[in-house]
């Protein structure tokens, strides 16, 4: 079965302090943003992470649109993440989506998960299979809550966000 795949990185260590800072959506969440080019693992040989998706101007690093991943094919996608949080100690809620759409006001997220502050770091992988399609970009938001719901800009300190599209996808005759 042939797989199309991209894969984004963006780490703090490498980005430079404050270069993620955590801005919420309307609804709550931010949407975690990708340097474009070859940074670390970041893969993109089908160019699903191109500045010039989705506008007539190209996208920049750290703007909304360097969150989406735009679906070469359609197919049967693969989505997986990992968020790293910086530590402060304090009790947190720490939630995190995969979404069609993203920046639409009428996007669909799936795949909403919560967890609360363990000790030590806050890190954690995601995994979540649905279809795509070219033309409807995924992108991954995630959001920091503390009491009463009270949204926090806790900073990340790392994040990967990769698409695995299967396009042989066998139909029963």
Same mark, same amino acid.
Not at 59 to 66: G, I, L, N, V
Not at 150 to 166: G, N, Q, V
């Given at each position: 079965?042939?797989?199309?795949?991209?894969?984004?990185?963006?780490?703090?260590?490498?980005?430079?302090?404050?270069?993620?800072?955590?801005?919420?959506?309307?609804?709550?969440?931010?949407?975690? *943003? #990708?340097?474009?080019?070859?940074?670390?693992?970041? @893969? $993109?040989?089908?160019?699903?992470? %191109?500045? !010039?998706?989705?506008? &007539?101007?190209?996208?920049?690093?750290?703007?909304?649109?360097?969150?989406?991943?735009?679906?070469?094919?359609?197919?049967?996608?693969?989505?997986?993440?990992?968020?790293?949080?910086?530590?402060?100690?304090?009790?947190?809620?720490?939630?995190? *989506? #995969?979404?069609?759409?993203?920046?639409?006001?009428? @996007? $669909?997220?799936?795949?909403?998960? %919560?967890? !609360?502050?363990?000790? &030590?770091?806050?890190?954690?992988?995601?995994?979540?299979?649905?279809?795509?399609?070219?033309?409807?970009?995924?992108?991954?938001?995630?959001?920091?809550?503390?009491?009463?719901?009270?949204?926090?800009?806790?900073?990340?300190?790392?994040?990967?966000?990769?698409?695995?599209?299967?396009?042989?996808?066998?139909?029963?005759?």
């Amino acid at each position: 079965m042939a797989v199309a795949v991209c894969s984004l990185v963006w780490s703090a260590e490498r980005s430079g302090p404050g270069s993620q800072r955590i801005v919420y959506d309307s609804d709550g969440y931010h949407l975690v *943003r #990708f340097p474009y080019g070859a940074v670390d693992e970041a @893969y $993109d040989p089908w160019k699903m992470h %191109d500045p !010039a998706n989705g506008g &007539g101007r190209p996208s920049t690093f750290p703007d909304a649109r360097s969150g989406l991943i735009w679906p070469s094919h359609h197919g049967w996608g693969v989505l997986s993440a990992m968020v790293f949080w910086a530590s402060d100690g304090r009790p947190r809620e720490y939630r995190a *989506r #995969f979404v069609r759409n993203p920046l639409s006001a009428d @996007y $669909d997220s799936t795949a909403t998960t %919560d967890h !609360a502050t363990t000790a &030590g770091g806050q890190y954690r992988t995601y995994l979540w299979q649905m279809f795509v399609h070219p033309g409807t970009p995924v992108g991954l938001k995630v959001s920091a809550r503390g009491t009463g719901d009270a949204r926090i800009r806790a900073p990340l300190t790392f994040a990967e966000f990769k698409l695995a599209i299967h396009i042989d996808v066998k139909r029963p005759p």
